[in-house]
């Protein structure tokens, strides 16, 4: 999850420079700040943090002494969350038992975080709108517990970071990947395309691809996603230049999970220098087959002979892999009036149907 929160903060540009370069990032100074105590008399509270306006790329921390607390928030429009949100949305919450949790190497996020012991909740925001947010927690331990909060416009820094990053020292070359889906399926091609800044290397590029995958666990008490340790292979890729000067390739993954694509490079550039450079995509998830649908035809037919056509016979050939129960539906369209038909609705074993 740690990294899952940073994408939604970094951009593609920032992750892969980060690897070579940490980039010099000041935080501004906290947007809002607030801070109450629970206790067993007052085992409940909230604070209030105001943004006057939409802040891109941002980030709350929420710090509390007691790790059991119940911690959620009310967003402007009226939702609540807790840390069961799903990833896959506008906001990202991770909970950290220690700041340092959220760092990866060459990076330390955890430096723009608050100081002090407690549990981290950390909610990664794509875009922060603007409005009021609640924040909300309870505790049942007998001992004071402080409750701390504070929202940090992350992406101003960013945009100023990343606008330097995009200038290349002469004689230095930076490798970047550019940005896959959040999401496929097993067997669709994924074409990985890199590309250089900086000096202009020669066609002679040796590259090796690793593939970083996690499996994905079914779901905690809590309904939070968990995933399995992750573990690399290396694949044979071939990589052809193009006329703008990247270099592509396809792969086809042939497993479910989070997939990260590690990409290791090395060549000269024209001006007979050496290099040695490392990228890595973003993570998205491989979705597990369960069925394919292979083709798809019709027949008119006149069942009488008397020259009219009375039904339309539709047959669908589908590779079934995983069994289960399969729904099939279309719509047809005769002059302007659409017809819904169920064709199918019963259980298939793994095989090809029709």
Same mark, same amino acid.
């Given at each position: 999850?740690?990294?899952?929160?940073?994408?939604?903060?970094?951009?593609t540009?920032?992750?892969?420079?980060q690897?070579?370069?940490?980039?010099?990032?000041?935080?501004?100074?906290?947007?809002?700040?607030?801070?109450i105590t629970?206790?067993?008399?007052?085992?409940?509270?909230?604070i209030?943090?105001?943004?006057?306006?939409?802040?891109?790329?941002?980030?709350?921390d929420?710090?509390?002494t007691?790790?059991k607390?119940n911690v959620?928030m009310?967003l402007?429009?009226?939702?609540?969350?807790?840390?069961?949100?799903?990833?896959?949305?506008?906001?990202t919450?991770t909970?950290?038992?220690?700041a340092?949790?959220?760092?990866?190497?060459?990076f330390?996020l955890?430096s723009?975080?608050?100081?002090?012991?407690g549990?981290?909740h950390?909610?990664?925001?794509?875009?922060a709108?603007?409005?009021?947010?609640r924040?909300h927690?309870?505790?049942?331990?007998?001992?004071?517990?402080?409750?701390?909060?504070?929202?940090?416009?992350?992406?101003?820094?960013?945009?100023?970071?990343?606008?330097r990053?995009?200038?290349?020292?002469?004689g230095?070359?930076?490798?970047?990947?550019?940005?896959?889906p959040s999401?496929?399926?097993? /067997?669709? &091609?994924?074409?990985?395309? *890199? @590309?250089?800044?900086?000096?202009?290397v020669?066609d =002679? #590029?040796?590259?090796?691809?690793?593939?970083?995958?996690?499996?994905?666990l079914?779901r905690?008490?809590?309904?939070?996603?968990?995933?399995?340790?992750?573990t690399?292979?290396?694949?044979p890729?071939v990589?052809?230049?193009?006329p703008?000067?990247?270099?592509r390739?396809?792969?086809?993954?042939q497993?479910?999970?989070?997939?990260?694509?590690?990409?290791h490079?090395?060549?000269?550039t024209?001006? /007979?220098? &050496?290099?040695?450079?490392? *990228? @890595?995509?973003?993570?998205?998830?491989?979705?597990? =087959? #369960?069925?394919?649908l292979?083709?798809?035809?019709?027949?008119?037919?006149?069942?009488?002979?008397?020259?009219?056509?009375?039904?339309?016979?539709i047959?669908?050939r589908?590779?079934?892999?995983?069994?289960?129960?399969y729904?099939?539906?279309?719509?047809?369209?005769?002059?302007?009036q659409?017809?819904?038909?169920?064709?199918?609705n019963?259980?298939?074993?793994p095989e090809t149907r029709a």
């Open positions: 999850m740690r990294d899952l929160s940073l994408a939604i903060l970094l951009s540009s920032l992750l892969h420079a690897q070579r370069r940490p980039p010099a990032i000041t935080l501004p100074a906290a947007k809002t700040q607030g801070q629970l206790s067993r008399s007052n085992p409940s509270g909230e209030e943090i105001t943004l006057d306006a939409d802040e891109e790329a941002s980030f709350f929420i710090v509390i007691d790790p607390a959620s009310t402007p429009d009226g939702r609540r969350i807790d840390e069961t949100v799903d990833p896959r949305g506008n906001i919450w909970k950290l038992n220690r340092s949790d959220m760092d990866s190497p060459g330390r955890s723009f975080l608050l100081p002090g012991e549990t981290h950390f909610l990664a925001f794509e875009k709108a603007r409005g009021v947010y924040i927690a309870e505790t049942t331990q007998a001992a004071s517990v402080l409750l701390t909060a504070r929202f940090t416009p992350f992406g101003r820094s960013l945009d100023d970071a990343i606008s990053l995009s200038e290349v020292p002469p230095e070359v930076v490798l970047d990947i550019s940005p896959l999401e496929c399926f097993m /067997g669709d &091609p994924i074409d990985l395309v *890199a @590309s250089f800044r900086g000096d202009p020669t =002679e #590029v040796t590259f090796e691809v690793r593939l970083e995958y996690q499996d994905i079914p905690d008490s809590r309904k939070l996603r968990q995933f399995g340790p992750p690399v292979e290396q694949v890729i990589f052809t230049r193009g703008d000067g990247s270099f390739s396809r792969l086809i993954p497993r479910s999970g989070l997939l990260r694509i590690g990409v490079a090395s060549g000269t024209t001006s /007979g220098l &050496p290099f040695s450079e490392e *990228a @890595s995509s973003n993570r998205f998830e491989i979705h597990r =087959e #369960v069925a394919r292979k083709s798809l035809s019709e027949t008119a037919v006149d069942t009488d002979g008397s020259g009219t056509l009375d039904r339309l016979d047959t669908a589908v590779d079934v892999v995983i069994p289960g129960r729904l099939i539906q279309f719509l047809i369209k005769d002059s302007g659409s017809v819904g038909t169920r064709i199918a019963k259980t298939w074993r």
